[in-house]
């Protein structure tokens, strides 16, 4: 696979993730076994909404122009990793929560991975690979 042809698919999985970032409230409310850690009242649930929701749009807005944005996209990758990690050990020892196996752990290791495959290691490299037509 090209490096063009990485950059474009990096594109798509930004947007995508992106997307996926902004729809964790709907997923909260219609999959609470799979995406709400809370049962009954919490600020828990608003306040990883609204960071989730701001990384969604900077994940967006970071598809027009990847290799400007190696950091965020790489801090996505470890806290999508780390995150998960965490969520998956919470699930499987605490009782009611192994709903998350199939929801929102999976999810943040699927971004994790898609996105570490796609992205260069760094801007020097990708853009000077890029114009050797690598």
């Known amino acids: 696979m090209t490096v063009s042809d990485r ?67 790489w801090f996505t990758v470890w806290s999508s990793a780390v995150h998960g990690g965490i969520m998956a050990l919470q699930a499987i020892t605490q009782p009611g929560q192994m709903g998350h196996l199939a929801g929102d752990v999976p999810a943040l290791f699927i971004v994790a991975v898609a996105l570490a495959i796609l992205t260069p290691r760094s801007k020097w490299a990708a853009r000077r690979r890029t114009h050797r037509g690598a």
């Not at 997307?19 to 809370?38: E, I, R, V």
Request: hydrophobic share 60%; aromatic share 14%; net charge positive.
């Open 7 to 73: 950059l474009r698919f990096l594109r798509v999985v930004l947007v995508a993730a992106g997307l996926a970032c902004l729809a964790l409230y709907p997923l909260m409310l219609y999959w609470p076994s799979g995406w709400a850690w809370h049962a009954g009242h919490s600020d828990y649930p608003m306040m990883i909404v609204g960071i989730y929701a701001t990384l969604g749009v900077f994940l967006i807005l970071a598809a027009r122009d990847p290799l400007a944005n190696l950091s965020l996209i």
